[in-house]
């Protein structure tokens, strides 16, 4: 199936089983905002902890806060949000459809790459097991030529962006005869800075009312308390400190359903580090970072760094997780070392001190910052795309989310065959047993192979069937959703079994 058709089918199961609707869907939706159903609240909250607790737990220099979505308006000043928090845009006069400049060149450089690929794909099968791709990828002249193409673009265009030379900007994608993706034409505007900062008044007097900003990120929250945290938790460098939170950005081009929102949630880390030991810290988060990924199960194939062509002026290093979602691989985490700049900044424009003194070798520093930033919904959106899978079941077809068990939405479906002769109340009594430990759901309409289906489609990874039997000897039926296989076991041991799979402790532990 084409990748298109599928992320137009996950889109439709998301609405179906209760995971995302449109924002506001009852007046005609609000663009770029999505809200969470009853089972997509569940697997959005379970990935919090997971990631929660595989930052503070797991780490125990790392601790977490919850600060404010409002801030004082010149924090946004000092991280430089104000003056250069913008998106280069340009429309196109016959659709009237506006699109991010960058973006258009990178979906072009994209699909040479996807040319590349196909060669690559292709000496593969003809020369078979003696194929070295390395060596193809350095020698074919056709796929040089390609290459030489996506560097050659991308030199230019960062450094005309970089240079905020926009007029350069407008004549590259002109060069490149980049077409409208709705019209197909060519007939573009000029190139201008739009700032994606969402601003509001605080006050009740809107004459006399500060601007303030909704948070574009939740990054300057932990900066800002830095302070803090490391005097009152004697926090000794180096350290973290770890939030998770809504931040919002007035996203121009929001497509790609909930890759790209207005209001979304990051999942952010500041590790605060000595000046000059930044890019051992930052090679030491990198692996962390891509080991938390790898540890859902989700084939490694559909990870892959990229290092970021233009690196922020005060940034020294910066990668990119991305991830292959159903339109390509795309930007799922951020992993940068942002030197002292942000709490360099903050120290100048609130004009208090923020250093820390190093009782070891007496001498006082603005700490260097290696952050991690993890956007909580595309991780959602990797996780749905990578576990949605159609199968084929005899005539049937069969949609299930392999969704990693701890993560599930709903842990445990307890089924009883009939609504009658006391299975409903043994029924009960397991679920009665195990809703303390985990979300579980009890369903006793329709037949029994209609129900498993519908637990399929929202990921649940146990489904216990209470029959006459289990009236008898008390032995219930255990089904797995991966293999469809199903096994009669005593009641009183079904807890056991399905708390050992659920728990959360299965994914942290290969983190270690
Ligand atoms: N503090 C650094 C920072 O905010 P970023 O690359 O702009 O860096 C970090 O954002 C992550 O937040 C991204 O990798 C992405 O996962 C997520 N993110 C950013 N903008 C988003 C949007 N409009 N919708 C959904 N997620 C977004």
């Known amino acids: 199936m084409v990748q298109e058709d599928i992320f137009k089918k996950i889109i439709a199961h998301c609405k179906e089983y209760g995971f995302i609707f449109q924002s506001s869907e009852l007046y005609d939706g609000l663009s770029a905002v999505y809200d969470y159903g009853q089972n997509g609240v569940e697997l959005k909250n379970n990935i919090k902890e997971y990631w929660w607790k595989a930052m503070t737990q797991m780490n125990e220099e790392v601790v977490g806060i919850d600060s404010a979505i409002f801030m004082h308006p010149t924090i946004w000043k000092a991280s430089g949000h104000v003056d250069a928090f913008n998106d280069p845009l ?12 960058d973006v258009l060149v990178e979906d072009y450089l994209e699909k040479i790459n996807d040319k590349i690929k196909k060669e690559v794909e292709k000496a593969a099968k003809r020369f078979g097991d003696s194929f070295d791709e390395q060596q193809y990828r350095t020698t074919n002249p056709r796929v040089m030529e390609y290459a030489q193409k996506i560097e050659s673009v991308r030199t230019e265009f960062f450094g005309a962006l970089e240079a905020n030379d926009l007029e350069k900007v407008r004549q590259i994608i002109i060069d490149l005869e980049i077409a409208c993706p709705v019209s197909g034409s060519r007939n573009w505007t000029e190139v201008r800075q739009f700032n994606l900062m969402f601003d509001t008044k605080l006050g009740s007097v809107a004459e006399g009312a ?3 900003y909704l948070r574009p990120e939740t990054a300057q929250g932990i900066f800002v308390n830095y302070l803090n945290v490391q005097k009152t938790g004697r ?6 400190i770890a939030q998770i939170g809504k931040a919002f950005r007035n996203e121009i081009v ?12 990051q999942m952010e880390m500041q590790y605060f580090v000595k000046p000059g030991e930044e890019l051992k810290w930052f090679e ?25 062509d233009k690196l922020a002026h005060y940034a020294n290093a910066a990668f990119d997780i991305e991830f292959e979602f159903p339109f390509g691989f795309k930007e ?8 002292d700049f942000d709490l360099t900044q903050h120290q100048n424009f609130s004009g208090k001190k923020i250093q820390y003194f190093d009782n070891e070798s007496g001498e006082s520093y603005v700490p260097y910052v290696v952050e991690t930033s993890v956007g909580l919904d595309r991780t959602f959106l990797s996780i749905l795309s990578a576990c949605y899978n159609e199968e084929q079941v005899g005539e049937e077809t069969r949609v299930v989310l392999n969704i990693p068990a701890p993560l599930a939405p709903v842990k445990v479906a307890v089924l009883p065959l009939v609504k009658k002769d006391g299975l409903p109340e043994l029924a009960r009594e397991i679920l009665n047993e195990l809703k303390f430990d985990m979300n579980c759901m009890y369903e006793e309409k329709d037949s029994i192979g209609k ?5 399929d489609a929202i990921g649940t990874p146990f489904c216990i069937t209470v029959d006459h039997q289990s009236a008898e000897d008390r032995t219930v039926t255990i089904r797995y959703r991966d293999t469809m296989e199903q096994e009669r076991i005593p009641v009183e041991k079904v807890a056991g079994i399905v708390r050992e799979k659920v728990d959360l402790k299965n994914l942290l532990k290969k983190l270690v």
Do not use: C, V
Not at 90 to 101: E, F, G, L, P, Q
Not at 332 to 339: K, Y
Not at 451 to 455: E, V
């Open 332 to 339: 799922l985490e951020g992993i940068h070392s942002r030197t």
């Open 235 to 240: 926090m000794k460098i180096p350290f973290g």
């Open 90 to 101: 340009i429309d196109n006069k016959d659709s009237k459809k506006r699109y991010r400049a």
């Open 284 to 308: 030491s988060w990198k692996d962390k970072r891509i080991k938390w990924h790898m540890a859902m199960g989700i084939n490694p194939a559909k990870y892959r760094w990229h290092a970021h």
């Open 451 to 455: 129900r498993y289906r519908r637990q």
């Open 210 to 212: 500060n601007t303030i």
């Open 254 to 265: 929001a497509r790609q359903f909930i890759f790209r929102m207005r209001e979304f949630e």
